[in-house]
Nanobody, 121 residues
Framework: QVQVVESGGGLVQPGGSLRLSCAAS????????MGWYRRPPGKPRELVAS???????NYADSVKGRFTISRDNAKNTVHLQMNSLKPEDTAVYYC???????????????WGQGTLVTVSS
């Protein structure tokens, strides 16, 4: 079994910063892509940032220049540094990982439970 667990959400004022973290654990052989999605209130889930196992990164246009994704492949963790936060960044943020399982080498897409980020004065 493989799971990912997020941490680091909370309430922050506009212009502030937060750092989200996500750790994958379980019977993992390898992880290809890790990333962050978010679901704003009343809207569908959207990609925020993703990072394959190399050094390339992908960002939603709305967060470019403000958010930074990073990975520690040795620890199976991914982080999202969020700066200059805006009220429209308010959402539940989900960690996502594409995992090859240790047993059976199955390809799994694993989602976390989500962590709430609220940007408000």
């Amino acid at each position: 079994q493989v799971q990912v667990v997020e941490s680091g959400g909370g309430l922050v004022q506009p212009g502030g910063s937060l750092r989200l973290s996500c750790a994958a654990s379980g019977s993992i052989f390898s992880i290809s892509n890790m990333g962050w999605y978010r679901r704003p209130p009343g809207k569908p889930r959207e990609l925020v940032a993703s990072m394959p196992s190399g050094h390339s990164t992908n960002y939603a246009d709305s967060v470019k220049g403000r958010f930074t994704i990073s990975r520690d492949n040795a620890k199976n963790t991914v982080h999202l540094q969020m700066n200059s936060l805006k009220p429209e960044d308010t959402a539940v943020y989900y960690c996502n990982a594409n995992v090859e399982s240790l047993y059976g080498r199955r390809s799994l897409e694993v989602w976390g439970q989500g962590t709430l980020v609220t940007v408000s004065s």
